[in-house]
T-cell receptor, first 114, second 113 residues
Framework: DTGVSQNPRHKITKRGQNVTFRCDPI?????LYWYRQTLGQGPEFLTYFQNEAQLEKSRLLSDRFSAERPKGSFSTLEIQRTEQGDSAMYLCASSYQGGLYGYTFGSGTRLTVV | GDSVTQMEGPVTLSEEAFLTINCTYT??????LFWYVQYPGEGLQLLLK?????DKGSNKGFEATYRKETTSFHLEKGSVQVSDSAVYFC????????????FGGGTRLMVKP
């Protein structure tokens, strides 16, 4: 069990560019969550998958954001036409069923839009 | 909606001092409550949890009691160490379909030798 892996750790991009992040969850976990954390704030829920199905999306997830989890394994989060307000830490977490036994979080991808 | 309110930091303590970080919540259903810790450069780690009223979660000398009457889940430790310096997040999840976590804003703890 290598935990939840996120890549890249850091991404600097110019405004208007597209970026894609990857999350590899713990293999036995069927649920995968994306959160966004801005500086000095707690993480905010973006979306979650149960296996390959995306079951809920937050209103924070604008049309420029898309997430996939093909075959219920790794997940990608893409942001199109990035804006400076997208600068944040993007966290991935996985769990088996609900998170009552605790989620396992990755170390995050820090996005800086310049 | 659901929300979590934590005391603002930073909280600065000397080693071996007593720690309390306050956390209160509002929830649309019956929540489970968590404390997560984030060390510099690392991901969030579950510190402790409680799933029903009057439960006490404990781990690594930290403890918190689920108080339904005051909608609180305050984190305490009797004697902090320099290695406890981190950001602490209170969070809840309601037993809905997704079990998404709602987090507080975090409290930075700095422990000085």
């Amino acid at each position: 069990d290598t935990g939840v892996s996120q890549n890249p750790r850091h991404k600097i991009t110019k405004r208007g560019q597209n970026v894609t992040f990857r999350c590899d969850p713990i293999s036995e976990h069927n649920r995968l969550y994306w959160y966004r954390q801005t500086l000095g704030q707690g993480p905010e829920f973006l979306t979650y998958f149960q296996n390959e199905a995306q079951l809920e999306k937050s209103r924070l997830l604008s049309d420029r954001f898309s997430a996939e989890r093909p075959k219920g394994s790794f997940s990608t989060l893409e942001i199109q036409r990035t804006e400076q307000g997208d600068s944040a830490m993007y966290l991935c977490a996985s769990s088996y069923q609900g998170g009552l036994y605790g989620y396992t979080f990755g170390s995050g991808t820090r996005l800086t839009v310049v | 909606g659901d929300s979590v309110t934590q005391m603002e930091g930073p909280v600065t303590l000397s080693e071996e001092a007593f720690l309390t970080i306050n956390c209160t919540y509002t929830a649309t259903g019956y929540p489970s409550l968590f404390w997560y810790v984030q060390y510099p450069g690392e991901g969030l780690q579950l510190l402790l949890k409680a799933t029903k009223a009057d439960d006490k979660g404990s781990n690594k000398g930290f403890e918190a009691t689920y108080r339904k009457e005051t909608t609180s889940f305050h984190l305490e430790k009797g004697s902090v160490q320099v290695s406890d310096s981190a950001v602490y997040f209170c969070a809840l999840t309601v037993n809905n379909a997704g079990n998404m976590l709602t987090f507080g804003g975090g409290t930075r703890l700095m422990v000085k030798p």
